[in-house]
């Protein structure tokens, strides 16, 4: 909500907007999203890396790459269709 606070201007008063702080979850996806931009991963390296995971078996690397963790990590979702 907008505050008034005495100023400088003609009126007297200036409207002031306070901060609103972000939800953590999407605070976390943008510092998320921030990280694996710098690491420059691609879709089928975090695949890969999954099959490491999981010791090839398909439905251990399905549920590592639609966990919410995966998402929350990458700053996206992932969704496998097969």
Do not use: C, Y
């Not at 390296?45 to 998402?71: C, K, N, R």
Request: zero cysteines; charged letters at 25%; aromatic letters at 2%.
């Amino acid at each position: 909500m907008a505050k008034r606070t005495a100023g400088k201007t003609k009126g007297g008063t200036v409207r002031r907007q306070g901060r609103r702080v972000m939800p953590a979850l999407r605070r976390t996806a943008k510092r998320a999203r921030v990280a694996a931009q710098k690491a420059q991963l691609t879709v089928g390296e975090v695949i890969a890396a999954a099959f490491d995971t999981a010791g090839g078996e398909m439905s251990g690397v399905l549920e590592l790459v639609t966990s919410p963790q995966m998402a929350r990590a990458l700053g996206r979702r992932i969704v496998l269709v097969g």
